[in-house]
Protein backbone atom coordinates (compact mmCIF):
# COMPACT_ATOMS: atom_id res chain seq x y z
CA UNK A 1 0.00 0.00 0.00
CA UNK A 2 2.66 2.59 1.01
CA UNK A 3 4.61 2.01 -2.07
CA UNK A 4 1.79 2.10 -4.43
CA UNK A 5 1.26 5.44 -2.62
CA UNK A 6 4.99 6.82 -3.27
CA UNK A 7 4.15 5.70 -6.67
CA UNK A 8 1.38 7.62 -6.91
CA UNK A 9 3.32 11.02 -6.43
CA UNK A 10 2.24 11.27 -2.93
CA UNK A 11 6.10 12.32 -1.74
CA UNK A 12 6.21 15.76 -3.65
CA UNK A 13 3.08 16.76 -2.49
CA UNK A 14 3.79 16.01 1.10
CA UNK A 15 6.82 17.79 0.98
CA UNK A 16 4.68 21.08 -0.45
CA UNK A 17 2.81 21.04 2.45
CA UNK A 18 6.01 21.32 4.78
CA UNK A 19 6.19 25.09 3.21
CA UNK A 20 5.62 27.93 5.65
CA UNK A 21 2.20 28.53 3.85
CA UNK A 22 0.69 25.14 5.31
CA UNK A 23 -0.74 25.18 9.06
CA UNK A 24 1.31 24.42 11.96
CA UNK A 25 -1.28 20.76 11.68
CA UNK A 26 -1.03 20.17 8.13
CA UNK A 27 3.25 20.31 8.57
CA UNK A 28 2.68 17.97 11.28
CA UNK A 29 0.42 15.46 9.80
CA UNK A 30 2.42 15.62 6.53
CA UNK A 31 5.92 14.95 8.32
CA UNK A 32 4.27 11.59 9.62
CA UNK A 33 3.35 10.68 6.46
CA UNK A 34 6.52 11.29 4.74
CA UNK A 35 8.35 9.28 8.32
CA UNK A 36 5.80 6.26 7.50
CA UNK A 37 6.77 6.41 3.70
CA UNK A 38 10.39 6.65 4.26
CA UNK A 39 10.11 3.15 6.57
CA UNK A 40 9.19 1.25 3.67
CA UNK A 41 12.29 -0.18 1.90
CA UNK A 42 10.83 0.24 -0.86
CA UNK A 43 10.80 3.96 -0.64
CA UNK A 44 14.09 4.60 -0.14
CA UNK A 45 14.13 7.77 -2.23
CA UNK A 46 11.98 9.07 -0.03
CA UNK A 47 15.15 9.48 2.88
CA UNK A 48 16.92 12.37 1.19
CA UNK A 49 13.68 14.27 1.47
CA UNK A 50 13.51 13.15 5.15
CA UNK A 51 16.77 14.62 6.33
CA UNK A 52 15.96 17.59 4.38
CA UNK A 53 13.42 17.93 6.88
CA UNK A 54 16.42 18.73 9.73
CA UNK A 55 16.76 21.84 7.99
CA UNK A 56 16.79 25.13 9.64
CA UNK A 57 13.62 26.71 9.37
CA UNK A 58 11.34 23.51 9.75
CA UNK A 59 9.32 23.39 12.85
CA UNK A 60 11.29 21.77 16.37
CA UNK A 61 8.33 18.97 16.34
CA UNK A 62 8.90 18.04 12.58
CA UNK A 63 12.84 17.99 13.45
CA UNK A 64 12.64 15.85 16.19
CA UNK A 65 9.50 13.47 14.31
CA UNK A 66 11.80 13.42 10.91
CA UNK A 67 14.89 12.43 13.66
CA UNK A 68 13.75 9.98 15.36
CA UNK A 69 12.14 8.37 12.17
CA UNK A 70 15.68 8.07 10.56
CA UNK A 71 17.14 6.44 14.13
CA UNK A 72 14.70 3.43 13.02
CA UNK A 73 15.66 3.17 10.02
CA UNK A 74 19.13 2.84 10.80
CA UNK A 75 17.92 -0.13 12.83
CA UNK A 76 16.69 -1.47 9.89
CA UNK A 77 19.83 -1.66 7.59
CA UNK A 78 23.25 -0.41 7.00
CA UNK A 79 21.89 0.38 3.74
CA UNK A 80 19.47 2.78 5.28
CA UNK A 81 22.24 4.16 7.47
CA UNK A 82 24.82 5.10 4.02
CA UNK A 83 21.60 6.76 2.02
CA UNK A 84 21.40 9.20 5.38
CA UNK A 85 25.09 9.98 5.51
CA UNK A 86 25.11 10.74 2.10
CA UNK A 87 21.87 12.55 2.07
CA UNK A 88 24.20 15.08 4.00
CA UNK A 89 22.34 14.19 7.36
CA UNK A 90 25.71 14.36 9.89
CA UNK A 91 26.35 18.00 9.76
CA UNK A 92 22.58 18.76 10.25
CA UNK A 93 22.57 16.63 13.33
CA UNK A 94 25.39 18.12 14.63
CA UNK A 95 24.00 21.43 14.21
CA UNK A 96 21.07 20.27 16.02
CA UNK A 97 22.74 19.86 19.04
CA UNK A 98 23.74 23.24 19.52
CA UNK A 99 21.72 25.85 22.05
CA UNK A 100 18.66 27.07 21.11
CA UNK A 101 17.41 23.98 19.53
CA UNK A 102 14.68 22.47 21.57
CA UNK A 103 15.55 19.85 24.44
CA UNK A 104 13.81 16.82 22.25
CA UNK A 105 15.55 18.10 19.07
CA UNK A 106 19.09 17.82 20.69
CA UNK A 107 17.86 14.06 21.88
CA UNK A 108 16.73 12.83 18.74
CA UNK A 109 19.90 14.49 16.90
CA UNK A 110 22.32 12.67 19.17
CA UNK A 111 20.15 8.86 19.21
CA UNK A 112 20.62 9.26 15.24
CA UNK A 113 24.50 10.28 15.46
CA UNK A 114 24.89 7.40 18.13
CA UNK A 115 23.40 4.90 15.48
CA UNK A 116 25.52 6.18 12.93
CA UNK A 117 28.43 5.89 15.23
CA UNK A 118 27.90 2.33 15.42
CA UNK A 119 29.01 2.29 12.05
CA UNK A 120 33.29 2.36 11.68
CA UNK A 121 33.19 4.58 8.72
CA UNK A 122 30.84 7.33 9.98
CA UNK A 123 32.69 7.85 13.42
CA UNK A 124 35.55 9.98 12.33
CA UNK A 125 33.14 11.94 10.28
CA UNK A 126 30.89 12.90 13.38
CA UNK A 127 33.85 13.61 15.41
CA UNK A 128 35.01 16.16 11.69
CA UNK A 129 31.66 18.36 11.91
CA UNK A 130 32.02 19.29 15.33
CA UNK A 131 29.77 16.70 17.45
CA UNK A 132 32.66 15.82 20.25
CA UNK A 133 32.10 19.66 22.00
CA UNK A 134 28.56 19.13 21.51
CA UNK A 135 28.22 15.89 23.11
CA UNK A 136 30.40 17.29 25.73
CA UNK A 137 28.40 20.83 26.21
CA UNK A 138 24.80 18.67 26.63
CA UNK A 139 26.45 16.76 29.42
CA UNK A 140 26.85 19.47 31.62
CA UNK A 141 24.23 20.89 34.40
CA UNK A 142 22.21 23.18 32.14
CA UNK A 143 20.77 20.55 30.48
CA UNK A 144 18.04 17.78 31.15
CA UNK A 145 19.00 14.22 32.49
CA UNK A 146 17.92 12.92 29.46
CA UNK A 147 19.59 14.67 27.18
CA UNK A 148 22.86 14.31 28.88
CA UNK A 149 21.53 10.11 28.70
CA UNK A 150 21.25 10.79 24.84
CA UNK A 151 24.49 12.83 24.83
CA UNK A 152 26.19 10.54 26.73
CA UNK A 153 24.80 7.27 24.61
CA UNK A 154 26.28 8.87 21.52
CA UNK A 155 29.81 9.66 23.00
CA UNK A 156 30.04 5.83 24.34
CA UNK A 157 29.47 5.05 20.62
CA UNK A 158 32.30 7.77 19.32
CA UNK A 159 34.64 6.32 21.71
CA UNK A 160 35.20 3.07 20.34
CA UNK A 161 37.56 5.26 18.41
CA UNK A 162 40.93 5.75 20.07
CA UNK A 163 40.87 9.06 18.63
CA UNK A 164 37.62 10.15 19.43
CA UNK A 165 38.53 8.43 22.63
CA UNK A 166 41.33 11.25 22.99
CA UNK A 167 39.43 13.78 21.95
CA UNK A 168 36.10 13.04 24.20
CA UNK A 169 38.71 12.94 27.27
CA UNK A 170 40.37 16.22 26.35
CA UNK A 171 37.58 18.40 25.97
CA UNK A 172 36.35 17.99 29.51
CA UNK A 173 33.81 15.01 29.81
CA UNK A 174 35.35 12.62 32.20
CA UNK A 175 33.64 14.64 35.35
CA UNK A 176 30.83 15.22 33.88
CA UNK A 177 29.89 11.93 32.91
CA UNK A 178 31.36 10.49 36.77
CA UNK A 179 28.55 12.48 37.76
CA UNK A 180 25.99 10.75 35.60
CA UNK A 181 27.26 7.54 37.54
CA UNK A 182 25.70 8.87 41.07
CA UNK A 183 21.84 8.86 42.15
CA UNK A 184 19.32 11.39 40.14
CA UNK A 185 20.29 9.47 37.52
CA UNK A 186 18.69 6.79 35.36
CA UNK A 187 19.94 3.56 35.23
CA UNK A 188 20.09 3.78 31.20
CA UNK A 189 22.26 7.16 32.02
CA UNK A 190 24.17 4.99 34.49
CA UNK A 191 25.02 2.56 31.79
CA UNK A 192 25.73 5.01 29.13
CA UNK A 193 27.89 7.15 31.17
CA UNK A 194 30.09 3.95 32.92
CA UNK A 195 30.06 2.50 28.90
CA UNK A 196 31.94 5.89 27.74
CA UNK A 197 34.49 5.60 30.92
CA UNK A 198 34.99 2.49 29.71
CA UNK A 199 36.64 3.66 26.37
CA UNK A 200 38.06 6.64 28.11
CA UNK A 201 40.04 4.49 30.83
CA UNK A 202 43.51 4.03 28.23
CA UNK A 203 43.71 7.87 27.99
CA UNK A 204 43.69 8.83 31.78
CA UNK A 205 43.01 6.29 34.25
CA UNK A 206 44.43 8.85 36.53
CA UNK A 207 41.87 11.76 35.51
CA UNK A 208 38.69 8.95 36.09
CA UNK A 209 40.06 8.12 39.75
CA UNK A 210 40.82 11.19 40.61
CA UNK A 211 37.08 12.07 39.50
CA UNK A 212 36.07 9.95 41.97
CA UNK A 213 34.74 7.43 39.89
CA UNK A 214 35.61 4.39 41.32
CA UNK A 215 33.09 4.60 44.46
CA UNK A 216 30.15 4.82 42.48
CA UNK A 217 30.75 2.28 39.87
CA UNK A 218 31.15 -0.57 42.58
CA UNK A 219 28.14 0.82 43.90
CA UNK A 220 26.34 0.41 40.72
CA UNK A 221 27.62 -3.39 40.52
CA UNK A 222 25.15 -4.12 43.59
CA UNK A 223 22.16 -3.24 41.44
CA UNK A 224 20.38 -6.32 40.41
CA UNK A 225 17.51 -5.07 38.77
CA UNK A 226 19.62 -3.85 36.34
CA UNK A 227 22.04 -6.32 34.72
CA UNK A 228 23.46 -4.11 32.00
CA UNK A 229 24.42 -1.16 34.62
CA UNK A 230 26.58 -3.79 36.46
CA UNK A 231 27.91 -4.91 33.04
CA UNK A 232 28.34 -1.38 32.18
CA UNK A 233 30.17 -0.47 35.61
CA UNK A 234 32.63 -3.82 35.30
CA UNK A 235 33.41 -3.24 31.89
CA UNK A 236 34.92 0.50 33.43
CA UNK A 237 36.46 -1.36 36.03
CA UNK A 238 37.99 -3.64 33.83
CA UNK A 239 39.83 -0.97 32.24
CA UNK A 240 40.97 0.72 35.52
CA UNK A 241 42.42 -2.62 36.85
CA UNK A 242 44.78 -2.92 33.98
CA UNK A 243 47.32 -0.28 35.29
CA UNK A 244 49.71 -1.09 37.58
CA UNK A 245 48.80 2.18 39.70
CA UNK A 246 46.62 2.34 42.96
CA UNK A 247 43.50 2.21 41.40
CA UNK A 248 42.99 -2.00 41.72
CA UNK A 249 44.05 -1.19 45.48
CA UNK A 250 41.11 1.18 45.29
CA UNK A 251 38.95 -0.47 44.20
CA UNK A 252 39.37 -3.43 46.14
CA UNK A 253 39.25 -1.94 49.42
CA UNK A 254 35.63 -0.32 47.93
CA UNK A 255 34.15 -3.52 48.15
CA UNK A 256 34.37 -4.56 44.25
CA UNK A 257 36.10 -8.63 44.92
CA UNK A 258 32.57 -9.74 46.23
CA UNK A 259 29.94 -8.23 43.86
CA UNK A 260 32.39 -9.42 40.65
CA UNK A 261 32.50 -12.97 41.97
CA UNK A 262 28.75 -12.83 42.39
CA UNK A 263 28.81 -11.38 38.43
CA UNK A 264 30.29 -14.52 37.45
CA UNK A 265 27.19 -16.70 37.52
CA UNK A 266 24.19 -17.06 35.84
CA UNK A 267 22.21 -13.76 36.48
CA UNK A 268 24.35 -11.54 34.77
CA UNK A 269 25.17 -10.73 31.08
CA UNK A 270 27.47 -12.80 28.60
CA UNK A 271 29.57 -9.41 28.52
CA UNK A 272 29.01 -8.85 32.61
CA UNK A 273 30.62 -12.37 33.54
CA UNK A 274 33.53 -11.24 30.72
CA UNK A 275 34.12 -7.94 32.19
CA UNK A 276 33.51 -9.95 35.82
CA UNK A 277 36.18 -11.99 34.84
CA UNK A 278 38.71 -9.57 33.58
CA UNK A 279 38.39 -6.93 36.70
CA UNK A 280 38.96 -10.54 38.83
CA UNK A 281 42.09 -11.38 36.67
CA UNK A 282 43.28 -7.54 36.78
CA UNK A 283 42.56 -7.63 40.45
CA UNK A 284 44.60 -11.57 41.43
CA UNK A 285 47.95 -10.63 40.04
CA UNK A 286 48.12 -8.68 43.81
CA UNK A 287 48.45 -11.41 45.88
CA UNK A 288 46.66 -9.63 48.76
CA UNK A 289 43.75 -9.63 46.10
CA UNK A 290 44.37 -13.68 45.26
CA UNK A 291 43.60 -14.24 48.28
CA UNK A 292 40.71 -12.24 48.88
CA UNK A 293 39.65 -13.18 45.56
CA UNK A 294 39.94 -17.10 46.24
CA UNK A 295 37.76 -16.97 49.69
CA UNK A 296 35.03 -15.64 47.98
CA UNK A 297 34.40 -18.54 46.29
CA UNK A 298 35.43 -17.32 42.38
CA UNK A 299 37.47 -20.29 41.22
CA UNK A 300 34.68 -23.08 40.83
CA UNK A 301 32.68 -19.98 39.23
CA UNK A 302 35.98 -19.28 36.97
CA UNK A 303 36.14 -22.81 36.10
CA UNK A 304 32.50 -23.00 35.22
CA UNK A 305 33.22 -19.92 32.51
CA UNK A 306 35.66 -22.73 30.72
CA UNK A 307 33.02 -24.61 29.27
CA UNK A 308 32.61 -24.43 25.32
CA UNK A 309 28.89 -22.92 26.03
CA UNK A 310 30.53 -19.46 26.69
CA UNK A 311 32.77 -17.38 24.60
CA UNK A 312 36.10 -17.05 23.57
CA UNK A 313 36.16 -13.71 25.30
CA UNK A 314 34.70 -15.07 28.36
CA UNK A 315 36.72 -18.20 28.85
CA UNK A 316 39.64 -16.64 27.93
CA UNK A 317 39.34 -14.12 30.60
CA UNK A 318 38.41 -16.72 32.84
CA UNK A 319 41.53 -18.83 32.43
CA UNK A 320 43.31 -15.68 33.00
CA UNK A 321 41.87 -15.00 36.60
CA UNK A 322 42.63 -18.58 36.88
CA UNK A 323 46.22 -18.41 36.47
CA UNK A 324 46.74 -15.49 38.90
CA UNK A 325 44.43 -17.03 41.43
CA UNK A 326 46.49 -20.46 41.57
CA UNK A 327 48.86 -18.50 44.11
CA UNK A 328 49.03 -21.27 46.74
CA UNK A 329 49.08 -24.91 46.86
CA UNK A 330 45.34 -24.91 48.11
CA UNK A 331 43.80 -22.75 45.71
CA UNK A 332 45.66 -25.01 42.67
CA UNK A 333 44.15 -27.97 44.52
CA UNK A 334 40.74 -26.65 44.34
CA UNK A 335 40.90 -25.13 40.50
CA UNK A 336 41.77 -28.64 39.48
CA UNK A 337 39.41 -30.46 41.72
CA UNK A 338 36.65 -28.06 39.96
CA UNK A 339 37.72 -29.83 36.37
CA UNK A 340 39.79 -26.72 34.87
CA UNK A 341 42.37 -28.66 33.32
CA UNK A 342 40.67 -31.02 30.58
CA UNK A 343 38.57 -27.66 29.80
CA UNK A 344 42.08 -25.58 30.12
CA UNK A 345 43.35 -28.36 27.06
CA UNK A 346 40.26 -27.89 24.99
CA UNK A 347 40.89 -24.36 25.00
CA UNK A 348 44.37 -24.73 23.71
CA UNK A 349 42.79 -26.30 20.84
CA UNK A 350 42.97 -24.16 17.00
CA UNK A 351 39.47 -23.32 16.67
CA UNK A 352 40.32 -21.21 19.97
CA UNK A 353 41.58 -17.42 19.32
CA UNK A 354 45.20 -17.08 19.79
CA UNK A 355 44.44 -14.77 23.02
CA UNK A 356 42.72 -18.05 24.43
CA UNK A 357 45.05 -20.18 23.58
CA UNK A 358 47.81 -18.03 25.26
CA UNK A 359 45.70 -17.29 28.25
CA UNK A 360 44.83 -21.25 28.84
CA UNK A 361 48.78 -22.38 28.72
CA UNK A 362 49.20 -19.69 31.12
CA UNK A 363 47.00 -20.95 33.41
CA UNK A 364 48.33 -24.84 32.77
CA UNK A 365 51.79 -23.27 33.34
CA UNK A 366 50.65 -22.27 36.94
CA UNK A 367 48.72 -25.85 37.55
CA UNK A 368 51.64 -27.71 36.09
CA UNK A 369 54.05 -26.68 39.27
CA UNK A 370 52.04 -29.47 40.86
CA UNK A 371 53.79 -33.01 40.25
CA UNK A 372 49.92 -34.43 39.77
CA UNK A 373 48.32 -31.53 38.16
CA UNK A 374 51.37 -31.92 35.34
CA UNK A 375 50.37 -35.80 35.25
CA UNK A 376 46.67 -35.05 34.43
CA UNK A 377 47.60 -31.97 31.94
CA UNK A 378 49.68 -34.69 30.01
CA UNK A 379 46.64 -37.39 30.49
CA UNK A 380 44.13 -34.84 28.95
CA UNK A 381 45.87 -34.27 25.58
CA UNK A 382 47.95 -31.30 25.51
CA UNK A 383 51.34 -32.07 24.49
CA UNK A 384 50.28 -32.05 21.02
CA UNK A 385 48.06 -29.12 21.23
CA UNK A 386 50.46 -27.57 22.85
CA UNK A 387 53.08 -28.12 20.19
CA UNK A 388 50.99 -27.15 17.40
CA UNK A 389 51.19 -23.82 19.82
CA UNK A 390 54.66 -23.59 18.67
CA UNK A 391 54.74 -21.42 15.87
CA UNK A 392 57.45 -19.04 15.03
CA UNK A 393 55.10 -16.66 13.46
CA UNK A 394 52.91 -16.55 16.36
CA UNK A 395 55.02 -15.53 19.23
CA UNK A 396 52.77 -14.72 22.35
CA UNK A 397 51.08 -18.04 22.15
CA UNK A 398 54.35 -19.87 20.89
CA UNK A 399 56.25 -18.33 24.56
CA UNK A 400 53.32 -19.70 26.76
CA UNK A 401 53.15 -23.04 25.49
CA UNK A 402 56.90 -23.53 25.65
CA UNK A 403 56.71 -22.74 29.45
CA UNK A 404 53.92 -25.25 29.54
CA UNK A 405 56.31 -27.98 28.15
CA UNK A 406 59.35 -26.90 29.94
CA UNK A 407 57.08 -26.89 33.49
CA UNK A 408 55.86 -30.26 32.26
CA UNK A 409 59.33 -31.76 31.05
CA UNK A 410 60.52 -30.76 34.64
CA UNK A 411 58.74 -33.98 36.39
CA UNK A 412 61.11 -36.30 35.21
CA UNK A 413 58.22 -39.29 34.72
CA UNK A 414 56.39 -36.82 31.94
CA UNK A 415 59.66 -36.06 29.86
CA UNK A 416 59.71 -39.08 27.63
CA UNK A 417 56.05 -38.46 26.55
CA UNK A 418 57.11 -34.65 25.75
CA UNK A 419 60.31 -35.37 24.05
CA UNK A 420 59.39 -37.02 20.80
CA UNK A 421 56.72 -34.19 19.81
CA UNK A 422 58.31 -31.58 21.66
CA UNK A 423 61.64 -30.96 20.70
CA UNK A 424 62.01 -30.61 17.17
CA UNK A 425 59.37 -27.66 17.35
CA UNK A 426 61.38 -25.95 20.11
CA UNK A 427 64.54 -26.37 17.92
CA UNK A 428 62.58 -24.71 15.12
CA UNK A 429 61.31 -22.01 17.64
CA UNK A 430 65.05 -21.51 18.44
CA UNK A 431 66.12 -21.33 15.40
CA UNK A 432 63.37 -19.22 13.13
CA UNK A 433 61.78 -17.14 15.77
CA UNK A 434 62.65 -13.43 15.56
CA UNK A 435 61.19 -12.79 19.27
CA UNK A 436 63.94 -12.81 21.12
CA UNK A 437 62.16 -14.20 24.64
CA UNK A 438 60.68 -16.74 22.90
CA UNK A 439 64.12 -18.05 21.37
CA UNK A 440 65.40 -17.85 24.86
CA UNK A 441 62.53 -19.70 26.40
CA UNK A 442 62.27 -22.09 23.73
CA UNK A 443 66.23 -22.42 24.33
CA UNK A 444 65.72 -22.59 28.70
CA UNK A 445 62.93 -25.96 27.94
CA UNK A 446 65.35 -27.84 25.68
CA UNK A 447 67.78 -27.81 27.79
CA UNK A 448 65.04 -29.17 30.82
CA UNK A 449 65.06 -32.42 28.19
CA UNK A 450 68.37 -34.62 28.50
CA UNK A 451 71.26 -34.73 25.64
CA UNK A 452 70.29 -38.47 24.86
CA UNK A 453 66.16 -36.79 24.50
CA UNK A 454 67.31 -34.41 22.48
CA UNK A 455 69.97 -36.76 19.97
CA UNK A 456 66.88 -39.48 19.78
CA UNK A 457 64.43 -36.89 18.84
CA UNK A 458 66.73 -35.20 16.37
CA UNK A 459 67.50 -38.26 14.89
CA UNK A 460 63.67 -39.63 14.68
CA UNK A 461 62.81 -36.12 13.08
CA UNK A 462 66.02 -36.43 10.43
CA UNK A 463 64.78 -40.26 9.71
CA UNK A 464 61.28 -39.31 9.14
CA UNK A 465 62.35 -36.74 6.73
CA UNK A 466 64.61 -39.29 4.50
CA UNK A 467 62.29 -41.64 4.36
Given at each position: ?????????????????????????????????????????????????????????????????????????????????????????????????????????????????MSLARIADNAA???????????????????????????????????????????????????????????????????????????????????????????????????????????????????????????????????????????????????????????????????????????????????????????????????????????????????????????????????????????????????????????????????????????????????????????????????????????????????????????????????????????????????????
Open positions: MLAAIAAAGAIPRLVQLLGPDSPTNVQQEATAALVALAANAENADSIPRLVQLLRGGSLADIQETAARALVDLIRESADNAATIVSAGAIPLLVHLLTPGHAVGVQSAAALVLTIAAAGAIPQLVELLGPGHSAGVQADAANAMRDLAVSADNAASIAAAGAIPLLVRMLGPGYSAGAQEMASGALMYLTPFDVGAIAAAGAIPPLVRLLENDSAADVQTGAAGALVCLTQSDGSEGTTIAAAGAVPLLVRMLGPDSTAWGQEFAAGALGNLARSADNAVTIAAAGAAPLLVHLLTPGFSAGVRSRAALALMHLTCSDETAATIAGAGAIPLLVHLLGPGSPERAQWSAAAALVELAEIADHAAAIVGAGAIPLLVQMLVPGSPMIAQSATNALAIIVAHADHAPAVASAAIPALLRLARYCTDPATKADAAVALRMFSNADVRAAVAASASAHTS
